[in-house]
């Protein structure tokens, strides 16, 4: 994974020309002044952990599991949201941890809580490090130092239970793997974010991920039938059947807690049959609005395909839906529907009859297929874009029907008037009976400090969220970036009752400070 950009530096992308053009005759654009920091060159801060707690660590985990090289470090520094990439571009790794460790079994990740706890040292798990919210940058204040507790060594299936229909596996298992180690069963677990290749199952479920198959295979935390957690506390077991009336659901407690209550250190997950074809088509709706009502048609009338994407004018223009042809797109909104398994034909028959009857054109496999080759490679236009001299983000809420167009707007409106003239684009990607979610995409002209300007734009975004009814995250989760937004969405009650799961749990708050709640004073 690239240090300061997203996957394999080998699959770098270089901008087109005729894209650079357009960046600065339609948005004025401007290359960067400063180049981007090599890894050496990053400002980290000096190690703070005393050497006798290193060894202490190296003493549960093994020394040549104990990392503290400025390459891992900084390789540990943060997630991959745009400011993360922004700040380490610029050389800026003053949120590295100051040792990296790798446990390898669930009793040392508990050995490693209990030390930690009693030397006042943050431990942030990590997985593949692929967060968007700031999930990986620990609040220092009061700590003897902090650790990212990298999750890499725990990466095993443990079994799977074919009668059941559920696999065991490791955290660390990053998804690709997974679905490799599922294949050798004929069974797949349909969990396909674009971070695909390098986030990780513990990752899905700490930060409550939804895959771009979710329409089919449900979120990831419709996956979860068990899990493992380890806290300073003791350990937490639990889903021992697949739903249950014993009181309040704890699995719902873990799910979605990015690292601040325990670290997962083993997942019960539900899995499918690998299907024996796929196959991605393309609509074309003539209005967002009339392509939304056709994919809430299909959404209660329960005929969800595996896949379903509708692009909103400007999302379709710009061709973003098939990131292999930006720039090619077309008019109106473009709607991706794929179909999963053989036994699909019957479903896709009626799918399509809903979305003709609503006014959709059919544009045949070209599109979907278009889509499908390019589902995984937008992050990596990104890191072009940013060397460029424009800020790419993404963003995200959901809500109900009856609710989305005025969360649209808002949404809009706020971007607008905080960047100027950006391009703002959108897409619904997971939808329910109910409601559905919304992807914004803004790329705008990076000013001398992007950092901030994004930041500004971010805080803006998130006040319309919530003042427009929205929830401040559908899947990208809390962390630090919407901390505050979460907390004004629960109201007081809701934040008091995860201080005190927090509390009971991580008596000294040494886990993932400032993420999700805020910190624990220090003493
Ligand atoms: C280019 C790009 C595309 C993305 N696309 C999607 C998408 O389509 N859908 C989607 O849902 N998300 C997407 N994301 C966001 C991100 O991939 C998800 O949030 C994912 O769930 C993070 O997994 P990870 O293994 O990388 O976790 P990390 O980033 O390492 O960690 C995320 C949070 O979970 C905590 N954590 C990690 N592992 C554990 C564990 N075992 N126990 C306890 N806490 C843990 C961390 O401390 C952190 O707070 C995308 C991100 C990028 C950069």
Redesign the pocket.
């Known amino acids: 994974m690239s240090w300061s950009g ?1 996957g394999d530096p080998a699959r770098a992308r270089e901008l087109p020309e005729q894209i650079r053009t357009l960046l600065h005759d339609l948005l004025g654009v401007r290359a960067p002044a400063v180049p981007a920091a090599a890894l050496e060159a990053v400002r980290v801060p000096p190690v703070a952990l005393p050497g006798p707690l290193v060894e202490a660590l190296a003493g549960v985990a093994g020394a040549e599991h104990v990392l503290t090289t400025h390459e891992a470090r900084v390789r540990h520094t943060r ?3 745009t400011p993360d990439l922004l700040r380490m571009r610029a050389g800026d790794g003053s949120d590295a941890p100051d040792a990296v460790v790798l446990p390898g079994s669930h009793e040392e990740v508990a050995e490693l809580l209990r030390l930690c706890s009693a030397e006042r040292i943050a431990v ?10 700031g ?2 940058a620990a609040a220092r204040a009061g700590f003897a130092g902090v650790v990212a507790l990298d ?1 890499a060594r725990l990466d095993r299936l443990r079994s799977v239970d074919t009668e059941s229909m559920v696999a065991e596996f490791e ?2 298992v ?1 998804a690709a793997e997974a679905e490799r180690l599922l294949a050798e069963h004929g069974l797949t677990l349909g969990h396909f ?3 695909f290749e ?15 198959a979710s329409a089919g295979y449900g979120r ?1 935390d419709d996956m979860v039938m068990g899990l493992t ?1 380890a806290t300073p506390a003791g350990t937490l077991d639990v889903g021992r059947a697949p739903r249950s009336a014993a009181g309040p659901d704890l699995r719902q407690l873990v799910l979605g ?4 209550f ?4 083993s997942l019960r997950l539900r899995v499918r049959r690998a299907p024996a074809e796929r196959r991605y088509e393309g609509w074309r709706f003539a209005s967002f609005a009339a392509g939304s009502a056709a994919v809430r048609a299909l959404a209660q009338e329960g005929l969800m395909p595996a896949v379903l994407r509708l692009s909103d004018e400007t999302e379709t223009m710009v061709g973003l839906a098939e990131p292999d042809a930006i720039g090619s797109g077309g008019s109106g909104c473009l709607l991706i529907a794929g179909h999963e398994g053989a036994a699909e034909s019957g479903r896709r028959q009626a799918v399509s009859a809903v979305l003709a009857r609503l006014g959709g054109e059919p544009l045949g496999a070209g599109p979907g297929e278009a889509w499908e080759r390019g589902r995984f490679s ?2 990596y236009l ?1 890191d072009s874009l940013l060397a460029a001299g424009a800020t790419v983000e993404t963003l995200e809420t959901a809500g109900f029907w009856a609710n989305l167009p005025r969360l649209y707007d808002a949404v809009r409106l706020a971007l607008l008037g905080a960047l100027g003239s950006p391009l703002v684009m959108c897409h619904v990607s997971h939808a329910y009976e109910t409601g559905a979610s919304l992807y914004f995409t803004v790329v705008t002209p990076q000013d001398d400090d992007p950092v901030a300007q994004w930041e500004r734009a971010k805080t803006e975004v998130n006040a319309a969220i919530v003042e427009a009814g929205g929830t401040i995250t559908h ?3 809390v ?1 630090r970036d919407h901390r505050d937004a979460y907390a004004a969405e629960l109201g007081p009650v809701g934040v008091s009752v995860l201080d005190a799961v927090k509390s009971r749990l991580d008596p000294a708050g040494i886990l ?1 400070p400032g ?1 999700l709640v805020p910190p624990v004073e220090p003493a």
């Not at 798990?125 to 692929?130: A, C, D, K, M, V």
């Not at 325990?262 to 250190?265: F, L, N, P, S, Y």
Request: glycine share 22%.
């Open positions: 997203w997630g991959k949201s942030v798990p990590f997985g593949g490090g692929t967060s968007v919210v999930g990986l999750l955290p660390g990053r974010p674009q971070s390098y986030a990780t199952l513990g990752g899905f479920a700490a930060a409550r991920s939804s895959g771009q990831f957690l807690s990015e690292g601040a325990g670290v997962i250190t937008a992050p990104r899947h990208h989760g962390g993932n993420v």
